[in-house]
């Protein structure tokens, strides 16, 4: 398939990544290139072969439905960027104060 | 240069420079037989490598673990105490940066994650200190584990050891130089693609691939989840083989581990004779030991139990097949010369050695980028600086906060296969590229069932080419993915395979022969390799003196206390140490052409 | 145009907590309301490196549900990662189902507007449930408790029409999930939800486009917000306006939508097979197995109560519409009660003395076999039903903790006077007082005896036998 500029700013935004102007338009070449590499995949027939997800062939591989110790929670927290004493903290959500219908 | 051995049973043990030098040259199992013997204690070996590791410029280490001298100091008493929790009490070990240890940072080499402490251990990271072992430090490596150089780190790249001027190799090319350099007795890497064994030929040390699953990967950065295997890099084929019998085995907390029991690595390295009789047991699809799995204690089913494993092994000569698909064009003559040499060389010893075919070996690195980068994205959508890792300092909302985060803790390679696995798996690609890979996938682990079928194991090189200059300029990426030819099809296929270090070419720089076998036949495969090994010491650039540790010497090694004295077994007396200075300024001036090859 | 041209088509999205004791790929807890980030572990964070391992008792539950909503249980399925990026979704995915889930096709049968309907399932799988955020003057705070705690998403044909049919099929859910014993269905703790999905348009043309509401967590929220959807959607059609696609979430205090995404970023998940869970294999066996731990559901139930205890209908329906009183009364039928006895008391003073105390059906302070000996006292003649009632009403005091029904009578001094001589004291005693009743008796007016008898009873407190009272009375008389 053809790279072009703005499958490299769609692709980019939904892999939440922001790039500059020369990032783009390097990135719009070299992932060309590397698609071109993929695109090898093209010239096999497959329309009877099935997909291989795991490389090895298990199945049904459980853990019995037991409660273990949680973490003490100064741990978890240990590393967040921007916590209080109970909770890690974000720049407000919005997630739902758009207008009302 | 004086022979291991003889230094080792004479020379008072971290006595005078020389005397370090030597010491730190061991390979692991002349190290623990130097501790069962009484002739080092932990701590000298430990101050030995931390001395080194504060003196190289190669930069192979991240971090070096503040607690190292008191871990060693505390596997000294043990030792004393008679209560050695295994023949390496008090080896001196180091693991890549993607390996969590609680309290100690992992950053993967990182902006994302340099300060990121994690309060937990992986699973490999356990069974290392249950064995006694002193931790080091955290290996340098390529950004997340992607890249074949290690040059894609926020701590900067690695130096070859064998010649600064060229890569180490990657991912894992800070164990790979810590090896070599003897930096550390044993390194534990990560091989997506290839990396443990590509760095390891790249600085003529051992590296071994295991099958997927044969190694927990819990508490292992994931890379690409399906793949992603921990490996050993040593200086010996024993020495991997040792370090593989303390890390193999099930764990209820990664659902993709092989609950198969371990086979007894060890007891079949023969040398060359191993090369005349591929033994009649001990090795293949683990016995059909299959089911019994899960901590509430369930049968997994699974196809590699009841000894339907492929793989022949019927006893008698090994039979190695060599695909031509892996020894024509695009790989370096020497390169070709040398691993031609191995077979031949193998066929003398008593292996049956032909030619074989893997005819869909050709889609395996383009089914392999379109895998790795597909559940890399997945696997790095969690670093969004919500609660670890890089939070930009400026930012208008949470949107902007977390794509800024992102975009300025992440590395170019890494955002680059970020960006390739949201292509191929967004709406409208899936199918073209992911399912396509996933189907390829059967076929090329189709191949390599048939090519068991006939054969014990397949050789082919570990990389195309010997290692390159550092900074060398590829036209783009994708050229320098195609460098992963040799490697990428045994992670897409699940399978075991090693690296060992045969001959160098006009540059003095280390070639990798690789060995890859069915799944779960490691034991044959280093039976097999331990074979070459002592073929090659007479051609092996590597110093000679860290001895190539014969069965009888590991196992004295393992057997912890046992103060008998192994024999550290065949060094060679090839030049080596002029070979190396040779090599760094042959390097300055000539350099080779890999790049426009590559391009071509 | 008129607006009753159009139709409405709803489909819902209903998820549920499984009441597993472990979160559904950890061993951290799943209990509600604990404090801040205390049931989490690297697991659940989603922190660099650790693995999920998943825990059985999840793919078991979601296998019961399905059964007892009659669907098919797939016997290879698999897990898959749903990616978006929210704060409260730690990994940066979702571990759910995508096209291999545990269940396929299914029902519920409901009545809505005194019409009976069958609302057909599309699937159900199994996921993750995602963190908590709680919404500050200053930034958003993010908890993990509830992340990976197993949920089961039912997802239905788009078989509704109007809200009233959504309503009955909640409740009718919510009754089946609770009687397997897979969820505890606490919708004011968000262990039962739903996303609903609308559309309107007029007979014979094609289905208009949807919107989708989230988050609905009580079944009178989710009446209201599709009643408001479906009249929005109708003034804008009616002002010639056009529907777009969004996603809204409904504010319940202020009765109205709110847009969280409209079409312009459409929902891209980018799913792809889980590569650290194994698939999930069952055998006919299995799935057999599984089914064989289902309790009896509420319509076998009600057959049951209606063939072979010989309860009405109506009956029926009021005793299973709490899985608790369905219990109470099969516990004590098991210990010989009868079944119409029991029904009554259950239906009447335990209903209306739980409704005064404010409990729910599940936390009655007696069980089963209190009631089966409190019947047969009266069975027996021991007691009356009115000093049942009063039995009963001591069940519920907290004075009479642990004391069973006869050592409450005891205690009281409730036994009926069944002895024929006091009896036939009482009624001499009462015919006396009383000569123009008695005469009236006596003169054809048969009815008059109850009068008679309520003064005997009156007499004895309430203690004496009214089916002896009659017969002396008769006998007096005669």
Redesign the interface.
Known sequence: ?K?TRE??IR??G??????TEA?TER?T???G????????????E?TA???????????????????????P?E????????R?D???????????????? | MVKAGASGAGGGAGGGASGKEEIAAWSMTQAAAGLARGEVTSRQLTEIMLERIAASDNNAYITVNPQALAEADAADARRRAGKARSGADGIPVALKDNICVRGLPTTCASRMLANFTPPYSAAVAERLAEAGTVLLGKLNMDEFAMGSTSEHSYFGPVKNPRNPARVAGGSSGGAAAAVAEDLAYLALGTDTGGSVRQPAAFCGAVGLKPTYGRISRFGVVAFASSLDQVGPITKTVADCAWALSLLAGGDPRDSSSLPHPPADYIAGLRGVAGLADAGGSGYGGGGGNGGGRGSDGDGGRDTYGNGTVFGAGQGGRPRIGVPREYMGEGIQAEVRRAVSDLAAKMAAAGAAVEECSLPRAEYALSAYYVISSAEACSNLGRYDGVKYGYRANNYDSLEDMIRRSRSEGFGDEVKRRILLGTYTLSAGYFDAYYKRAQQARTLIMEDFRQAFQRYDALLIPTSPVTAWRRGADFADPSAVYAMDLCTVSVNVAGLPAISLPWGTDGDGLPIGAQLIGAPLSEALLLRIAHGAEELGAAVNSRRPNAGIGTGPAVGAARDAGAGSAASPASGSASSTGAGSAADAAGDAGAGRSEGGRLDG | MAESEYQTVIGLEVHAELDTASKIYCGCGTAFGGEENTQVCPVCAGLPGVLPALNRRAVEFCVMAGLALGCEINTYSRQDRKHYFYPDLPKAFQTSQFDLPLCRGGYVDIEAGGQAKRIQLTRIHIEEDAGKLIHGPAGTRVDYNRCGVPLIEIVTEPDFSNAGEVYAFLEALREILLYSGVSNCRMEEGSLRCDINLSIHREGEPLGTRTEMKNLNSFSAAKAAVEYEEKRQRQVLAQGGRITQATLRWDDARGLNYVMRSKEDADEYFYFPEPDIMPIALSAAEIQAIGARLPELPQARRRRYRETLGLSDYDARLLTSAKAFSDLLDEAVALGAPAKLCANFIMGDITRLLGEAGLPPERLPFGGAALAELTALIAQGDLSNSMGSKVVESLFAPACAGQSPKEIVAAKGLSQVSDQAALQAMCRQVIEENPQVAADYRGGKTKAIAALVGQVMKLSRGKANPALVNQILADLLA
Request: proline share 6%; hydrophobic share 45%; net charge negative.
């Open positions: 398939m790279i499958t490299v692709v980019a939904l892999a939440k990544l922001a790039l990032e990135l070449h070299e992932m290139k590397i698609v071109e590499f993929a695109d090898k995949l093209a010239e096999l497959l072969v099935a997909p291989t997800t795991h490389a090895v062939q298990m199945e049904n591989v459980y853990r019995a439905d037991e409660l273990k110790p949680s973490y929670r741990e978890i927290l240990a590393n967040g960027p921007e209080d109970t909770c890690f903290l974000v720049p407000k959500a919005v997630d739902g104060e758009g207008p009302e219908w």
